[in-house]
Nanobody, 128 residues
């Protein structure tokens, strides 16, 4: 069992930045592959970024490459998403997700179905 809590969302103007945080508890954080997904109203949940256990390997959706950076601090049981050059189309609820690497391996996954644990989400709104 893993509990995830996101924070850091808010309202920002286009071109601005936000840093999302996700705090994990209930399981050894070092065993978790971590991901960020987002869901806009009327849209399917989509992959944003993911990172392996050590933080040495990460992947991004094409729509956010060069603008977003995922990172983790295993000592703090936390994963972060630094979002720069935000666009109105980035507006969505952002969810933190976790998967025990022993299930699918120590790689990052883009499929939401690979993640067994999810946070409650944090709203990000980017105005034009």
């Amino acid at each position: 069992q893993v509990q995830l809590v996101e924070s850091g969302g808010g309202l920002v103007q286009a071109g601005g930045s936000l840093r999302l945080s996700c705090a994990a508890s209930g399981r050894t954080f070092n065993n978790l592959v971590m991901g960020w997904f987002r869901q806009a109203p009327g849209k399917e949940r989509e992959f944003v970024a993911a990172i392996n256990r050590s933080g040495r390997s990460a992947g991004y959706a094409d729509s956010v490459k060069g603008r977003f950076t995922i990172s983790r601090d295993n000592a703090k049981n936390a994963v972060y998403l630094q979002m720069n050059s935000l666009k109105p189309e980035d507006t969505a609820v952002y969810y933190c997700a976790a998967s025990d690497y022993r299930v699918y391996g120590d790689v990052y996954y883009t499929a939401a179905g690979r993640y067994a644990y999810w946070g409650q989400g944090t709203q990000v709104t980017v105005s034009s």
